[in-house]
């Protein structure tokens, strides 16, 4: 299944929706020993975009990716170890910016992400197909301005694309 690149003038809406369905879901996953979010519902914003996803069997495919990526130290202290392995969990925001596009410019598109419905919908799939893998999930608050706090272990930071650009 090859990405589709959308166009700097495709909109997001339902003359669109076929072009958006096509798109990857994206996730940088940190290997942290701490993480927390604050949010506010007062916060939320009603310009924000969600991740795009193309459809629940991406974000179980995804989720099982996150959950079996071996990126937790063993004994040896090489990278051994997932997810599951340790009994981690999981902290799920979503987060539309990773969609940004800056090539050519100062300030970052993001029309590459869902609108608010679609992206909510994928980052629910997402935290349940997380769930049904028995990880322990915590989330954020889809569309708010939120506050996180990370430890990050390593540092790690792997990133992911459902369609394998990189």
Known sequence: ???????????????????????????????????????????????????????AATA???????????IFNDKQGK???????TGGAVLAVSQFTLYGDA???????????APPDQGKAGYEEFVRALQ????RVETGVFQAHMSLEIVNDGPVTILLDSDKVF
């Open 103 to 113: 090539r050519g410019q100062r300030r970052p598109s993001f029309l590459q992400a």
């Open 79 to 85: 990278m051994n170890r997932s997810l599951l392995d």
């Open 132 to 135: 049904a893998l028995n990880v």
């Open 60 to 70: 179980a495919a995804m989720a099982e990716k996150i959950a079996n990526l071996r």
């Open 1 to 55: 299944m090859g990405g589709a690149k959308l166009s700097r003038n495709l909109r997001p809406g339902p003359e669109n929706k076929a072009a958006f369905a096509r798109c990857a879901l994206v996730a940088a996953v940190a290997a942290a020993m701490a993480m927390a979010t604050n949010a506010s519902a007062s916060q939320t914003t009603n310009q924000a975009r969600g991740d795009v996803w193309r459809e």
